[in-house]
Each structure stands twice: as structure tokens, then as C-alpha cells.
């Protein structure tokens, strides 16, 4: 298939995956799984906040893009901690983690945006990342699973995730603005459909 000919010509993806111990298996039901869920809220999440920011249309393609592909290296990652009923150890969090980069390398030989693929890989990294479509990626994409019901948790209330993500904003771990924009958004959201 295409994702194992994109591993097989691309040497950074093999040394990450062997000296994390990881096997070049690919796992396309990983991705399949979150198609229309997380990748559809989060995506959906992340344009209410680049509308409310008033993000440019050009900007917002860009944005959508890295949404749908912002996951796309957990086809990399092993099923057994994809589909963990708990929450993973320490040391299985730190492989989980390198789906960010995984993705990257995958879609870097694809033709894809320069930009989408920076998105992709630093979108756990909203600290850091002074993009302000990597920070609204990275407050959608949390906020998303926050909401979500996993294998190993519950959905939350919005009220719920919003403290969190006010405590990771606070911490500097987030964005405040992108943060308040979502209330914003979801604000707005709420008043139209009443």
C-alpha cells in the first residue's frame, strides 16, 4: 500500500520508529477510527475559533488541512496502546507522543503544504508553537477530546474542559486568546441555536 511504500523510502521514520523499539507495521484502522470523530470535532472546533479570531479564508484551508492530518501518524503507532482500556504508563504515552512527528515524515513526501506538515508535527507542543494556527490546532484538539469518551474515560461537560484548558492557559500551555475565542465561539454557537 501507499502509507507502507511512504515508511519504506523514508529513513527518518524507520530511525525514529527503531530507536523507539516500534516495528514498521501500519495500522490504517487507527486512523479510520477517529475519522469521524475526533478529526471531524476538532476540525470543526478549530474553524468556529479561526472564525471567531477572524483567521483569513486562505489561512483557514491551511488550518483545515492540518486538522484532518494532525493524527495521521497514529497509523505508526502500535494497536495495543492506541486501544488501551487505561491511561497509558509513562513510557507508553512518550511512543503514543511521537505520532506527531511520525505524521510529519509521512506526509513530507507527499506535496502537501510546508506549513500543514509544521502544523502536524507541533501540534502537542502549543507552548512552543508561534504559529497562531498551531495554537488554535492545538486548543481544538484538546478541547475535542476532552469531549470525547475514550477507551480509558468519560466524556466532560464543556464546562469541564473549559477549566482545564483555563488551567493550561494559565500554565502557558495554551494560548489564553485562542482559549477565550473558543468560549467565544461556543458562546455564539449556543445563542444561534436557541
Do not use: W
Amino acid at each position: 500500500s501507499y502509507l507502507k511504500f511512504l515508511v519504506n523510502t523514508n529513513p527518518n521514520i524507520k530511525n525514529v520508529l527503531n530507536q523507539n523499539g516500534i516495528k514498521p507495521n501500519v495500522y490504517p484502522e487507527n486512523v479510520k477510527n477517529i475519522i469521524n470523530s475526533h478529526i471531524t470535532t476538532t476540525t470543526a472546533f478549530a474553524l468556529q475559533i479561526a472564525n471567531s479570531m477572524g483567521i483569513s479564508q486562505a489561512d483557514k484551508k491551511i488550518l483545515e488541512q492540518a486538522c484532518v492530518f494532525h493524527d495521521f501518524g497514529k497509523v505508526l503507532i502500535p494497536k495495543e496502546i492506541i486501544e488501551k482500556p487505561e491511561v497509558l504508563t509513562d513510557s507508553e504515552k512518550q511512543i503514543m507522543d511521537l505520532h506527531s512527528e511520525l505524521g510529519a515524515e509521512l506526509l513530507s513526501s507527499t506535496g502537501i503544504n510546508d506549513r500543514v506538515i509544521n502544523l502536524v508535527k507541533n501540534h502537542h507542543n502549543a507552548g512552543n508553537n508561534t504559529d497562531i494556527l498551531g495554537q488554535i490546532l492545538s486548543v481544538a484538539d484538546i478541547y475535542s477530546a476532552l469531549r470525547e469518551t475514550r477507551s480509558y474515560k468519560q466524556a466532560l461537560t464543556e464546562s469541564d474542559a473549559l477549566k482545564i484548558l483555563d488551567q493550561k492557559a494559565q500554565n502557558g500551555e495554551v494560548s489564553t486568546e485562542v482559549v477565550n475565542a473558543l468560549k467565544a465561539s461556543l458562546n455564539t454557537k449556543s445563542v444561534n441555536a436557541a
